[in-house]
């Protein structure tokens, strides 16, 4: 190795490290501490370290815009010294600030754990999280700056025939529709055609443990309408699982029907009209509008539908439940929503419209009550499908939706308007005889409280972030986070600007993580106090609910650790 070799790359490090901004890294300390505070959901070193890392830059990127500012506006200058001794003393807080925090951040995390009843982790790797900050950090700050860099090389252009100030601004704006145009359209595309091609890989694969369905009264089977081949992997999970008319009797101690359940996946049809006929067709096929309960169900992205919603209801009426769904997208929830938001809404919508057009033409005496749920993306969804004006003459029986996402038109009107005084993340809306909410303590809205025609309730844990997030969390505290909390809240939660918004936006994607009950994952025993309420249950006394919840509890949790091998495709896993 020659003399000098590493002299070079040092010097190149060094001179990197001195242009940084002294602001900006003060800035970004202090966003970094904020980071490692705890917000909803239990963090990682890894996801921790990459949430740290991009607040640093953010606050770095600030601190630079602030010091920028002074400059361009020619405020006056503090001496070198008077600066020198200021910044000593600034870095010098910010750093013990970082070190605080960071030995605060297992206990912070602790905090959260405990409410949602997971063991405590005795550290929360301070090292591990600073590296990952560190190179997410690194990576943001050089492509800042090659933002710079292609900024001020368009400008140097556009100075020839126009002012110096004006040929900035543009050269901002075009490097900035350059980066975008490079990221949407290559980068972006690229990673959607490849995880399309992913998801619809991983959607057509067959589980040995699901053969095609013989009996023929079920979806899928040699007599049905749909073709066991054109379902996906969560179709035929859906269409294969849930409880038997032998498990229901063993349980409820009466006698019982299968429930029917019909799905059509996307290979079902080329368009989602087509989809939504032939799922009435089979649902016909099945008799599913001579039950006493219809419910059209919404899916989550992928196509998912919570068995712990489903089980419930199917054991609370002795299987006489007819359920319906089609499928949107191969994409889980966050990817849909995110790329295909339209598909969602326009499937949910053709289905609603079919079933409700048939049962509408029925006899009232003798149709079933219809119903509509959703969970998440498909609760959303579910929420779009029907048309206000067009059931007015003629009402659905109600509605069940759980874990709403915050971009859900009706539930974010009703939060918005709810009694004064309730609480944010369990409101009360009017005299509770349309809507009322429940959380894994069931509503505040006594039980016994009159209903009106239609009964509409929102299943929701104060922990889910995608229930609870919002863009103006960056610049206001949220109304959730005053006291008192939702049980599932860590008392160490604290509101801090832009920062929060950032710790929420993570939290979303790793909603699905939490313990059962918690978080985004609800729990099959909150469903039975749901589907109660809203189907208008008599029959079933405290003890044998209290029975069913046990059953069901132990199922969910033991279905939950089983479906491991699904968490990335699927809108459960963490």
């Not at 989602?272 to 992205?301: C, M, N, Y």
């Not at 919570?306 to 209801?313: C, G, L, T």
């Not at 949107?328 to 053709?350: C, H, K, T, V």
């Not at 104060?462 to 109304?479: K, L």
């Amino acid at each position: 190795m020659p003399p000098g070799a590493f002299q070079k790359p040092a010097r190149l490090v060094r001179r990197q490290i001195q242009s940084l901004s002294g602001v900006g890294l003060m800035l970004g300390a202090l966003f970094f501490a904020a980071a490692l505070t705890p917000t909803l959901i239990p963090r990682s070193y890894l996801t921790q370290g990459a949430l740290a890392g991009a607040c640093f830059a953010i606050g770095y990127l600030a601190g630079n815009l602030w010091r920028w500012l002074w400059h361009y506006l020619e405020l006056p200058e503090p001496s070198a010294q008077l600066r020198s001794g200021a910044n000593a003393l600034v870095a010098a807080g910010c750093l013990i600030v970082v070190i605080v925090c960071l030995w605060r951040a297992a206990g912070w995390q602790n905090s959260i754990r405990a409410v949602m009843k997971m063991p405590p982790v005795e550290t929360a790797h301070p090292l591990k999280i600073s590296a990952v900050a560190l190179i997410t950090f690194v990576v943001l700050l050089a492509l800042g700056r090659l933002f710079v860099r292609v900024s001020r090389f368009l400008a140097v252009g556009a100075k020839r025939i126009i002012p110096r100030k004006v040929a900035n601004v543009l050269g901002v704006v075009m490097a900035g529709l350059l980066f975008w145009s490079i990221a949407n359209n290559l980068l972006i595309s690229t990673a959607f055609r490849a995880l399309d091609s992913s998801f619809r890989e991983f959607d057509g694969l067959f589980e040995p443990e699901r053969p095609q369905p013989t009996s023929p009264g079920k979806t899928g089977s040699a007599a049905s309408l749909v073709k066991w081949t054109e379902l996906g992997r969560m179709d035929r999970r859906f269409i294969a699982s849930g409880p038997t008319r032998a498990e229901i009797s063993a349980v409820t101690g009466q006698t019982a029907q299968a429930p029917v359940r019909v799905y059509v996946g996307l290979a079902g049809a080329d368009t989602a009209q087509a989809r939504a006929r032939l799922a009435l067709d089979e649902l016909k096929r099945q008799h599913g509008f001579e039950r006493s309960i219809l419910i059209v169900v919404t899916p989550t992205g992928t196509g998912w539908i919570d068995p712990a919603a489903m089980d419930s209801v199917e054991y609370l009426h002795h299987g006489d439940v007819a359920s319906v769904a089609v499928q949107y997208s191969y994409l889980n929830s966050p990817l849909s929503l995110l790329f295909q938001p339209e598909y969602g809404a326009e499937a949910a919508r053709a289905l609603f419209a079919e079933i409700y057009g048939y049962w509408t033409t029925l006899p009232r005496e003798r149709r079933p009550k219809l119903y509509l749920h959703g969970l998440s993306l498909g609760a959303l969804n579910s929420e779009k499908s029907a048309e206000l004006f067009e059931t007015i003459g003629d009402p659905i029986a109600g509605a069940l939706w759980s874990g709403a996402p915050f971009a859900s038109r009706i539930w974010r009107s009703i939060v918005a308007n709810r009694n004064p005084g309730s609480l944010a993340w369990l409101p009360e809306f009017r005299d509770g005889r349309l809507v009322r909410f429940m959380n894994q303590n069931g509503p505040i809205v006594p039980a016994d409280a009159p209903w009106g025609p239609m009964r509409v309730v929102y299943l929701q844990y104060a922990s889910d972030a995608i229930t609870f997030f919002d863009y103006r969390d960056a610049f206001q505290a949220p109304a959730w986070m005053s006291t008192p909390r939702g049980p599932d809240v860590s008392p160490e939660l604290r509101w801090y600007p832009i920062v929060t918004m950032l710790q929420l936006a993570l939290d979303m994607a790793v909603a699905n993580g939490t313990p059962m009950g918690y978080g985004h994952v609800y729990a099959p025993e909150h469903y039975v106090d749901a589907w109660v309420a809203v189907t208008d249950i008599h029959d079933w006394s405290a003890e044998a609910l209290a029975r069913l919840k046990s059953r069901l509890a132990a199922e969910g949790r033991k279905g939950a650790a089983g479906n491991a091998d699904a968490n990335a495709y699927s809108d459960r896993g963490g």
